[in-house]
Nanobody, 122 residues
Framework: EVQLVESGGGLVQAGGSLRLSCAAS????????IGWFRQAPGKEREGVSC????????YYADSVKGRFTISRDYAKNTVYLQMNSLKPEDAAVYYC???????????????WGQGTQVTVSS
């Protein structure tokens, strides 16, 4: 059974940091790109960042570039999203996703996690 389990969400003040984790199981982790998406109330789900399977190439949405860092630990089958300098507009449910390839703007993927809430107080 494929599982993507997110953790690390919570409440943080503006300017603060959080690190999200996505623990993957049930598929060959090395063969899949992993992405982070987010959805705020009343808004569509949007891609935040992704990391490729084979060479670790990363992508960031313009809104988070320079503040967020994605990384993957192949030994632990885990992907991290380090979020610094958080802003109130970063508040959303953050979802981890997996697919063979994840391209900028892509919103349909093979597998989704259940999401973790990030709240940023101003």
């Amino acid at each position: 059974e494929v599982q993507l389990v997110e953790s690390g969400g919570g409440l943080v003040q503006a300017g603060g940091s959080l690190r999200l984790s996505c623990a993957a199981s049930g598929f060959t982790f090395d063969d899949y790109a992993i992405g982070w998406f987010r959805q705020a109330p009343g808004k569509e789900r949007e891609g935040v960042s992704c990391i490729s399977s084979f060479d670790g190439t990363t992508y960031y949405a313009d809104s988070v570039k320079g503040r967020f860092t994605i990384s993957r630990d192949y030994a632990k089958n885990t992907v991290y999203l380090q979020m610094n300098s958080l802003k109130p507009e970063d508040a959303a449910v953050y979802y981890c996703a997996a697919d063979r390839v994840i391209r900028p703007g892509q919103t349909t993927v093979d597998y989704w996690g259940q999401g973790t809430q990030v709240t940023v107080s101003s």
